[in-house]
């Protein structure tokens, strides 16, 4: 498949992301620490879908330094419904189920693929890809930390 073509995907996948962030912020709005951290997540989705679309360039820029790769375009088309099909079954989500979802979507294998894909397609700028991407890795273990704390607090209220 052509670099162009899943960098495409992958940027949407990055900028529905980001808007579904954007919305669990607003959804918890009475909850300022809650909203705070959806909103800097979609801030950071943002900038990764950025990110991609400065990989776009490049491609762009040098389409014959750049193979074709293997990439399955299911599993953004999966990640995109996933989205679509949370936001209609829970209209007005609570917080853990917000933080559950986002967890599963972190760790869902279209996420943070276009790393790997553009460095199987040029190797040559796997440095400067890994390091504009280096707070992928952080999405997990932000979501995790603060799920566990918001989980801990319920506990020791109920």
């Excluded at 189920?97 to 790997?116: P, T, V, Y």
Aim: one cysteine or more; glycine letters at 2%.
């Amino acid at each position: 498949m052509q670099t162009l073509t899943v960098l495409s995907a992958i940027e949407n996948i990055e900028s529905s992301v980001a808007k579904l962030y954007e919305w669990f912020s607003e959804c918890f709005t009475a909850d300022r620490e809650a909203s705070g951290f959806f909103f800097r997540l979609a801030m950071q989705e943002r900038s990764h879908a950025n990110m991609v679309a400065f990989s776009k360039g490049l491609v762009r820029r040098s389409p014959n330094d750049f193979s074709s790769v293997d990439f399955d375009m299911a599993l953004v088309d999966d990640l995109l419904q996933m989205v679509s099909n949370f936001r209609t079954q829970h209209p007005q989500p609570s917080l853990p189920q917000a933080l559950d979802f986002s967890m599963a979507i972190e760790n869902h294998a279209a996420e943070g693929i276009h790393r790997s894909m553009v460095i199987q397609s040029n190797p040559e700028v796997a440095d400067m890809i890994n390091n504009l991407a280096k707070d992928d890795r952080e999405h997990s273990r932000l979501l995790k930390e603060y799920a566990e704390r918001i989980r801990n607090q319920a506990q020791a209220a109920g």
